[in-house]
């Protein structure tokens, strides 16, 4: 990953992106023309709700006032299907969040070495989860200090600025006593059964550690397949039925993955004994690779989808797995939410909407091509609390006003049924967008699903190049509608530089550092998803087939869902 930038010079280069972007974002040239396809009678499978999963670093911020209001949100994306991973969740400390860190204080020791356990802070995150429609993807890590093998230095004071290294601290360090880990989790998973009811808990996710394959750990392969074991055996001796799996590696884990998974399949485990460690589900990584060029931003999404491939590919090989669920435990445009940088310019605006619409659909193209069972795919941002407005990290959320990418996850939310078959004449193939990325023409294309007597597509422009472009002239033509079907009744929503958008108004406004009361409810109202007025309320249907025309701006998204009796 790039190391972050100061504040100042971010300050200063955030200011050149936007000039430039405001050089770059003339009247654009005549719009081209796409045809997009639709075969409502030619189901491809169901549509997985992929897109409900979340996390961050910081599992602080979720109690806090923008945090609760940002979860509920999420929450009513899918209601009891959306999930939040969070690291920390057993560091010791007293709960006070700061950049890539958070505590719970949930383990300590008397003077004697007894354990002591405190579920206080812990308790209030899940419950903050819980109360808003999210339920937890548990990360189990990271390492009490009074656990901790090398405890010192145990808390970082790593921000923006300064080296990434500086945050594998004592936290990342394999435990003294793995008999007292495995009591720990055990403890842990018991409570919550206690807490919250063994039919909630068994709905949950169950993980250990995070990216153990890179600095997060500091023991050894081995070690890690151990503390895992250990774990696991925790868990499942409080609740049987619980489900568990892993490992969260960084990337799709090459060697390091493939050796943890013969050890789940055919391997001694540590803690019992016996052959074999339980995986309900495999979880591995994948993250983007952007810079800064020429000017502007240049995504990496080719990096991100042939880390997903290779994942796909190492998953499948293995036949005891290939049915699995497979989770992607973080996937993103690139590897650090908390930090800043000319690169990460995208991140407030419409780039990352429109590479969010791109990416997840060639997530379920990929795995439909390796027949694996993609369950879902977590989007590693969050908010940042009392942080200055648009800061530049990746988030959701900027001071309780929601971002564009935000209102792409409302879209997928409101799609539902099974996916059907889609043909566009701007697509960019698969295959192409793996070797290269889309660097020549834009990728202009759709997902679409039909449920009961409703049909919703989702249509992109996205380049890879930050820069203007002209507009997609797009005719969608949906075919295989009910042949007794005359109207159809119609809604449209956008997200791009004139909706759904608090960014772009926020910088029509002179990108104030703190908006009065008013300008906070314009942006909040800029912010909102709605039905774009301009668009007919129906749509005539003839021998099964609509027809239906809208521009699509660059690095835009529009959802379009029809229904009928």
């Not at 995208?346 to 997840?360: D, K, Q, V």
Request: proline content about 7%.
């Amino acid at each position: 990953m790039r190391l972050p930038f100061p504040r100042t010079l971010v300050s200063r280069v955030h200011a050149l992106v936007v000039l430039a972007a405001a050089v770059l974002r003339v009247a654009a040239d005549d719009a081209f023309p796409v045809r997009i396809e639709v075969d409502a009678a030619r189901p491809i499978g169901p549509l997985k709700p992929i897109w409900r999963f979340f996390g961050a670093d910081e599992p602080n911020y979720a109690p806090m006032k923008d945090g609760r209001k940002l979860l509920g949100e999420l929450g009513a994306i899918g209601p009891r299907q959306t999930y939040f991973r969070a690291h920390n969740l057993l560091t010791s400390g007293d709960g006070t969040p700061a950049f890539k860190w958070g505590s719970t204080g949930a383990y300590s020791e008397d003077p004697s070495g007894r354990p002591l356990y405190n579920w206080s802070v812990v308790d209030r995150i899940l419950d903050t989860y819980l109360e808003r429609g999210v339920r937890p993807y548990v990360e189990v890590g990271f390492m009490p200090r009074e656990m901790s093998r090398k405890p010192d230095p145990y808390q970082h004071a790593w921000r923006p600025g300064l080296p990434y290294d500086e945050v594998y601290t004592g936290w990342a360090q394999p435990p003294r006593d793995l008999n007292k880990w495995e009591q720990l989790v055990f403890e842990w998973t018991r409570h919550c059964v206690e807490k919250w009811g063994r039919a909630e808990v068994e709905r949950w996710y169950w993980e250990t550690w995070n990216e153990a394959n890179i600095g997060y750990w500091k023991g050894t392969p081995a070690e890690f397949r151990d503390l895992h074991d250990h774990a696991i055996a925790g868990i499942r001796r409080a609740l049987p039925t619980a489900r568990v799996g892993g490992p969260d590696c960084a990337g799709f884990g090459g060697d390091w993955m493939r050796a943890f998974l013969e050890h789940c399949l055919r391997g001694t485990n540590h803690a019992t004994g016996r052959v074999g460690t339980p995986i309900d589900f495999v979880s591995f990584h994948a993250k983007g690779s952007p810079v800064y060029t020429n000017g502007h931003v240049r995504m990496g999404i080719a990096a991100q989808l042939r880390e997903i491939d290779r994942g796909f590919a190492l998953v499948a090989s293995f036949p005891e797995l290939k049915s699995k669920p497979i989770v992607i435990g973080e996937s993103d445009p690139e590897g650090c939410a908390a930090c800043q940088g000319p690169q990460l310019a995208y991140r407030n605006g419409t780039m990352y909407s429109s590479y969010t619409a791109a990416s997840f659909a060639r997530k379920m193209e990929l795995a439909d091509r390796h027949g694996v069972n993609l369950e879902g795919a977590l989007t590693w941002a969050f908010e940042f609390e009392d942080q200055p407005y648009f800061a530049g990290f990746r988030s959701l959320a900027t001071c309780g006003i929601d971002l564009p990418v935000l209102n792409v996850f409302r879209m997928f939310g409101e799609m539902h049924g099974d996916r059907v078959a889609v043909s566009s004449s701007g697509a960019v193939a698969l295959d192409d967008i793996l070797r290269g990325g889309v660097r020549a023409a834009p990728d202009v294309s759709a997902l679409a699903a039909v449920g009961d007597k409703t049909l919703s597509l989702l249509a992109w422009h996205y380049h890879d190049d930050d820069i203007a472009g002209p507009p997609a002239a797009t005719t969608l033509v949906v075919k295989g509608l009910p042949v007794s079907v005359n109207t159809a009744r119609a809604r449209l929503v956008r997200v791009d530089d004139e909706h759904a958008n608090a960014f772009a108004a926020w910088r029509k406004m002179g990108s104030p550092p703190a908006p009065n009361r008013s300008q906070y409810d314009a942006l909040t109202a800029a912010s909102a998803l709605m039905p774009d007025k301009d668009f007919p309320a129906s749509i005539k249907v003839e021998g099964g087939i609509a027809t239906i025309t809208l521009t699509l701006p660059r690095q835009g998204v529009a959802l379009v869902s029809l229904d009928w009796d």
